[in-house]
């Protein structure tokens, strides 16, 4: 099991850029594939974006592709998501998830929610129109 503590959210602007980042603890950071999913009020869980253990491969979902990029830093146990031209339907509360499961298939695989066996507890992020 691995503890995973996201931080950076708050209130922009739209147009405006956010950076989230998550803090892993518990076991080998660079062993697990990471996403970040979002969730809106009434909504369901929503992928956002999901980077490779050796943060060569990531997949994003079409609604924040060219917007958003996802990153990690295995020296520090850290994965980010920097939000560039954000709009109010961005709001939502942000998780960022860890897996431990592998596939021979494309990196869709990871845009599905039970793919992840660890969650952090969230962080609000607000886009004020």
């Known amino acids: 099991q691995v503890q995973l503590v996201e931080s950076g959210g708050g209130l922009v602007q739209a147009g405006g850029s956010l950076r989230l980042s998550c803090a892993a603890s518990?076991?080998?950071?660079?062993?697990?594939?990471m996403g970040w999913f979002r969730q809106a009020p009434g909504k369901e869980r929503e992928f956002v974006a999901v980077?490779?253990?050796?943060?060569?491969?990531?997949y994003y979902s079409d609604s924040v592709k060219g917007r958003f990029t996802i990153s990690r830093d295995n020296a520090k146990n850290s994965v980010s998501l920097q939000m560039n031209s954000l709009k109010p339907e961005d709001t939502a509360v942000y998780y960022c998830?860890?897996?431990?499961?592998?596939?021979?298939?494309?990196?869709?695989?990871?845009?599905?929610?039970?793919?992840?066996?660890?969650w952090g507890q969230g962080t609000q992020v607000t886009v004020a129109s």
């Open positions: 980077i490779s253990w050796s943060g060569i491969s990531t």
């Open positions: 518990g076991r080998t950071f660079s062993s697990l594939v």
């Open positions: 998830a860890a897996s431990d499961l592998r596939t021979t298939g494309g990196w869709n695989y990871y845009a599905s929610s039970p793919k992840y066996n660890s």
